[in-house]
T-cell receptor, first 116, second 115 residues
Framework: AQSVTQPDIHITVSEGASLELRCNYS??????LFWYVQSPGQGLQLLLK??????LVQGIKGFEAEFKRSQSSFNLRKPSVHWSDAAEYFC??????????????FGQGTILTVHP | KAGVTQTPRYLIKTRGQQVTLSCSPI?????VSWYQQTPGQGLQFLFE???????NKGNFPGRFSGRQFSNSRSEMNVSTLELGDSALYLC??????????????FGPGTRLTVL
């Protein structure tokens, strides 16, 4: 069965520091991968997505992610974190084909704390 | 375009009651998916509707049901509420027919508390 693992439950960085959030997936075919961000009490906002093509994808708010098939990873990065980036981040995989309409499988999330 | 809207935003119910949550997708989007988010289980897929038809269902008991109207608005219903149903219920819409690879746009959620 498909699954997504985010190994880090909580990460703390200083403002201005670089950030990398890890995501590993288990999926039998070509994965369709997403990163979402959730602020407290809010819904999910799409940061970026990978369907095919260039393995380095750019998203909103200065985020990027790199798809590495050999490592089954889709890590999210940002060169310089801002205090407003503090939130919870979710990696998700979509299921191509079959009858898996509308279903995303999410990781458990990583809470990002930013120190001034 | 307006985003996905969900009503109500907050709801308090007691055990044994039933509840109905509403979701209005982005204009032009015909697929609506529902998710339950809890601290213990994370984000879990409930079901997906497209053109008034449920096409996919997650692993939830029959107390959880939904429907979609001709204008693509969707409702989900939970009957005989249990304490464990307390959660944030998120609705998402997508435009390309609801394939699982479509980009889903989420609403702000309905926070349900069961006492």
């Amino acid at each position: 069965a498909q699954s997504v693992t985010q190994p880090d439950i909580h990460i703390t960085v200083s403002e201005g520091a670089s950030l990398e959030l890890r995501c590993n997936y288990s999926y039998g075919a070509t994965p369709y991968l997403f990163w979402y961000v959730q602020s407290p009490g809010q819904g999910l906002q799409l940061l970026l997505k990978y369907f095919s093509g260039d393995t380095l994808v750019q998203g909103i708010k200065g985020f990027e992610a790199e798809f590495k098939r050999s490592q089954s990873s889709f890590n999210l990065r940002k060169p310089s974190v801002h205090w407003s980036d503090a939130a919870e981040y979710f990696c998700a995989v979509g299921h191509a084909g079959g009858t898996s309409y509308g279903k995303l499988t999410f990781g458990q999330g990583t809470i990002l704390t930013v120190h001034p | 375009k307006a985003g996905v809207t969900q009503t109500p935003r907050y709801l308090i119910k007691t055990r044994g009651q039933q509840v109905t949550l509403s979701c209005s997708p982005i204009s032009g989007h015909r697929s609506v998916s529902w998710y339950q988010q809890t601290p213990g289980q994370g984000l879990q897929f409930l079901f997906e509707y497209f053109s008034e038809t449920q096409r996919n269902k997650g692993n939830f008991p029959g107390r959880f049901s939904g429907r979609q109207f001709s204008n693509s608005r969707s409702e989900m219903n939970v009957s005989t509420l249990e304490l464990g149903d307390s959660a944030l219920y998120l609705c998402a819409s997508s435009s390309l027919g609801g394939a699982s690879t479509d980009t889903q746009y989420f609403g702000p959620g309905t926070r349900l508390t069961v006492l």
